[in-house]
């Protein structure tokens, strides 16, 4: 069994930074974050495996997030960076407990359990 509890959002000005934080209980594969704009489908944002730390960013992301996990709390974290409007969305952590075939980790359906989300917004 797999819990997940996001906190760290909040209102940030263009440019701005932010760091999330995920508490992670249970065995994991991997742990991941999404986002889901207003109106829009849930999307990857960074993927980390557990064992081994490799990392994977959606290219919207790449050079302004960081993905990093903290083993010895158990503990995964989102820091983001030079933030722009169009990173305002709902923000989940994710994990999966075995490699999945076929998908690419981006998409939703090849992740298993999910925290509630926490809220980012970026204002002009």
């Known amino acids: 069994q797999v819990s997940l509890v996001e906190s760290g959002g909040g209102s940030v000005q263009a440019g701005g930074s932010l760091r999330l934080s995920c508490a992670v209980s249970g065995y994991t594969y991997g742990l991941g974050w999404f986002r889901q704009p207003p109106g829009k489908e849930r999307e990857g944002v960074a993927y980390?495996?557990?064992?081994?730390?490799?990392?994977y960013y959606a290219d919207s992301v790449k050079g302004r997030f960081t993905i990093s996990q903290d083993n010895a709390k158990n503990t995964l974290y989102l820091q983001m960076t030079s933030l722009k409007p169009e990173d305002t969305a709902m923000y989940y952590c994710?994990?999966?407990?075995?490699?999945?075939?076929?998908?690419?980790?981006?998409?939703?359906?090849?992740?298993?359990?999910w925290g509630q989300g926490t809220q980012v917004t970026v204002s002009s």
């Open positions: 980390i495996h557990t064992t081994g730390g490799n990392t």
């Open positions: 994710a994990a999966r407990r075995a490699p999945v075939a076929d998908i690419p980790w981006t998409n939703k359906r090849g992740w298993t359990d």
